[in-house]
Structure formats: C-alpha cells, structure tokens
C-alpha cells in the first residue's frame, strides 16, 4: 500500500455526544488513508464505532444536534469536513456512495424498487432523460444478478426478500459509478449462502470499476478474504491495524488477540437430539402463492408461486436450518409457521394442533409459543419506544409479572445474557443503537416469552 496512490485519508476524526449526561465520545482520533481500488475492511464489536465512521465519511453526522465532530476527512485533496450542503450534494451519492446496513429502512416504501435506482441515476446525470434512465436501471438489476429484471423493477421493497432488497441497494449505490463504495455491514442480515454471493458480487463490481471499497463488518474472516488492510475498532478508538494475513501494521492488545480468537470459527458441535423427542412441528403440504396488480404497460394480475408442496418436520428441543438463495421462499416458510400470512394450500400442526394466522391472532398461548425473529432487526422495532418501554410492552401483555421489582429481575437477567449494558440501553430508542445491539434487542423481546 503506497501513499502516492491514496484516495481517501482521514485524521484525527473526533465525534463527541452531547447529552444530559454530560460529554460522550464516540469516535477518538480515528487516522487512516486507502490507496485507490484497494478494500478497507473495518471491524469492532456492537457499539465500537464502525457505523459512526462511515457516516462521517458520507458527511452525514457534521450537523447533527448535540454532535461535536472535528478532524479532516480527505478526498482527492478535497477536505470533506470544510464542504457546505450543496457541495456535498456533489460528492454524496455520485462520487463516494454507501450501503446501508438495513436495506428495507434505506428504501423508501412508496416508490417502487427501479424507479428508486432510476431517481439515483437522475438527479447525479443532468443530461440524463427518463427512458435513458430506465434503461439504465434495467442493465444495473441484471448486472447485480437481478435476472428477473422487469419483476423487480415494479416492485416495492415489501413485495422483495433481504437478498434481493441488497441487491437494489447496491444497485443505487453503483448507478452512478462512484471512485468510493462504503459498505456498512452489507451481509448481516442474510445467510451463509446469499452473503457470499453478496461478497462476490461487491467485488466483482469493484474490479469492473476500479471502486475503492470500505467494507465494514463484524466477521474478520469476511474481511481477511477480500481486504487489503484492516482496522480494529475499540470504544471509538482503533485498537489494531492489519492486513489480511494477519501481520499487524500497528498494535496488537490482549484485546486484540482475544477478538481474532473469538473471531475464529467454533467446531463444537451440538449434540444430536434423541429420536424419542417429540414431534413439535409438523408441516405438510405448504404452497404459497402471491397475486400482484401490475399497471404497465396494461392492468394485469401475476402470479408468483414462492413455496410448493414442502414437508417438514421438527422435534422439540432441535435445530433445523434453511437454506436458499434469494426470494426462494424460506421469510415467507417463516412467516406462515408464525401466523403471520396463511398458506395457499396446506396445514401446520403445533402440538398436533392446526395452526394458521387466525387461530394464533386469536391464542395467546400460541402466539407465545411460536416466535418469529424478523430478518431485518431495524425496521421490526418500534422507532417511537426506548429499550426499556418495548420489553415492558411485553411483559405487561404476557403478564410475566406481578409486580414491578419481579419485572426488573427479568429484565436484568436477560440483559446479562445477551452481554447487554442495562444503564446505557433501556433509554435508548432504535435509532440510537448499533446493529449489534438492535439485533441483541430483538432477540430479548423474543426471549422474554421463552417460546417453545
């Protein structure tokens, strides 16, 4: 890594919270430049810092209330800290664009999913008309194995699953062909097979355009793959500098070392479940199908078939896995055990009791015992509640407690489970936590019931 060749360089970044509480820093003295076409992998753990970063290198946290941000931020030479908004408006989305972590909460719900990349390539192309920009748009779906290009382009980002929904997002972020892609967590929410497809796609498209990748994840191994060089970051500091073969450029804590362990894959493996369990879940016969209105180029009705005759069974206290790629059926399969949508044709027996969305909006025992972990943490929470008022919520519905000292002993003992900060989260609201922690968040609310 040459400094001749550096494209983006950053020093002495300082962010500092304001609150009631006093001064918070977030971010301390972050230094670090990127050669061009070459990958910055940035990883921590929850609350470390890496999102915060990537904001600030989007220009997005320099005015924020109650937000103290100081430090240069160098772009080809061009101090990304001194631009006023509408300079911004000339660098944000055109030159250095982001993926968002949460794909479903990064689009908008109203407007449909090509029309939203087409509004990207419109207002960075002045000279662009809106038939070139469709066309454009289309080309994009393909190129980032979209095949069913004309589908996806009318669809809004509810009718999408999380694979397909990434794929758009990165597909805005390359419409314009940009020198820096900043990815913040681009995997997180999809599972083995769809994030690796994911990963190889994001290079793919950085070897295409020679882009400059600063991908931020909390999987080293992801990172040792495809980076060139590596920050760890501690409490809003970097605690290690290195690169993908693990030869440190600067530093290497106990913390350090206990991170990269942690980070290493698990072999354990659990103990096979005796065949004498009993038979939890039995699902037979599942199809769903989808009926859609589509309005161009004439009012027609499509079909789409997402799940056909699947069987499955499930014994108490076991684990079974799905997967598949992308908008193959597995959040729907999901969503159908939950009671959440019904089945096409078909029957779930819970118990060996029928189970379907009316009996469980009904059954409040029920509804406790199958529990559904939404795939995209941020938009399953509900922005306008703290921590503490969401787990309350279900404590209270559930009447877990009798009284309000049984209520905080639950609370605390799941807190301590889930590695969660009691005093530092139950006033925070969505916005204000990590990816790590919403997901910790989610994952308590679900635990709470103790759901079978």
């Given at each position: 890594?040459?400094k001749?060749?550096?494209i983006?360089k950053v020093n ?10 006093g001064?918070k ?10 050669p ?5 992998g940035?990883?921590?753990a929850s609350?470390s810092?890496k999102?915060?970063?990537a ?6 946290t320099?005015d924020?209330d109650?937000?103290?941000v100081?430090?240069?931020i160098l ?17 944000r ?10 794909p479903?909460?990064?689009l ?5 999913c ?11 192309s ?5 038939k070139t920009a ?6 994009i ?18 009718e999408l699953?999380g ?9 805005m ?10 990815a913040d967590?681009p995997?997180s ?17 950085q070897l ?16 040792q ?17 290195f ?6 450029l600067?530093?290497?804590s106990d913390?350090?070392k ?10 354990e ?5 005796s065949?004498?369990q ?8 599942i199809?769903?199908t989808?009926t ?9 009705k ?5 799940l ?12 079974l896995?799905?997967?598949g790629a992308?908008g193959?059926?597995?959040t ?6 939950s009671?959440?949508?019904?089945a096409?044709e078909?029957?779930?027996?819970f ?11 009904l059954d409040?025992g ?7 972990i ?10 306008k509640?703290t921590v503490g008022q969401?787990?309350?919520?279900v ?6 407690a009798a ?9 605390d ?7 969660l900060?009691?005093?530092s ?8 936590l990590?990816?790590g922690?919403?997901q ?5 609310r679900?635990l709470?019931?103790?759901p079978?």
């Amino acid at each position: 890594m040459h400094k001749e060749t550096e494209i983006l360089k950053v020093n002495n970044l300082n962010i500092r919270y304001n609150s009631s509480e006093g001064v918070k820093p977030i971010l301390k003295d972050i230094t670090f430049f990127v050669p061009k076409g070459k990958t910055l992998g940035i990883t921590g753990a929850s609350g470390s810092g890496k999102s915060m970063t990537a904001l600030s290198l989007m220009g997005l946290t320099w005015d924020i209330d109650n937000f103290n941000v100081s430090g240069d931020i160098l772009f080809e030479g061009i101090n990304l800290a001194k631009l006023s908004d509408a300079q911004w408006t000339k660098i944000r989305g055109r030159r250095i664009s982001m993926i968002f972590q949460h794909p479903q909460a990064a689009l908008n719900p109203l407007i449909k999913c090509g029309d939203q990349i087409a509004e990207a390539i419109l207002t960075h192309s002045h000279a662009t008309d809106k038939k070139t920009a469709h066309n454009k748009t289309m080309d994009i779906l393909h190129q980032v194995g979209l095949n069913d290009a004309v589908r996806i382009y009318q669809a809004y980002p509810h009718e999408l699953s999380g694979g397909q929904l990434q794929r758009v997002v990165i597909g805005m972020a390359i419409s314009n062909k940009p020198d820096i892609i900043i990815a913040d967590e681009p995997t997180s929410s999809l599972d083995a097979g769809n994030a690796s497809e994911i990963l190889k796609l994001l290079k793919k498209i950085q070897l295409q355009y020679d882009i400059t990748l600063i991908l931020i994840t909390h999987d080293i191994l992801v990172l040792q793959r495809i980076s060139d060089q590596i920050i760890l970051l501690k409490d809003g500091t970097i605690e290690a500098d290195f690169d993908n073969r693990g030869a440190f450029l600067n530093g290497c804590s106990d913390y350090t070392k206990k991170y990269l362990e942690l980070a290493s894959p698990n072999r354990e493996y659990r103990k096979v479940i005796s065949s004498h369990q009993p038979l939890l879940l039995d699902i037979k016969h599942i199809s769903k199908t989808f009926t859609t209105a589509r309005y161009f180029p004439f009012y027609s009705k499509v079909k789409q078939t997402v799940l056909q005759d699947v069987n499955l069974e499930l014994k108490s206290g076991s684990m079974l896995g799905l997967l598949g790629a992308s908008g193959s059926g597995k959040t729907t399969l999901g969503k159908i055990i939950s009671g959440i949508i019904d089945a096409s044709e078909g029957i779930i027996l819970f118990h060996e009791k029928i189970v379907s969305k009316f009996k469980i909006s009904l059954d409040k025992g029920l509804r406790k015992n199958i529990q559904l972990i939404f795939q995209d943490s941020y938009t399953s929470l509900n922005p306008k509640q703290t921590v503490g008022q969401m787990l309350n919520e279900v404590i209270s519905f559930y009447q877990l407690a009798a009284t309000i000292q049984e209520r905080d002993k639950i609370i605390d003992r799941l807190m301590d489970q889930l590695l969660l900060d009691k005093n530092s989260i139950l006033n925070k609201y969505n916005s204000q936590l990590s990816g790590g922690q919403r997901q910790r968040v989610a994952l308590a609310r679900t635990l709470l019931l103790k759901p079978e």
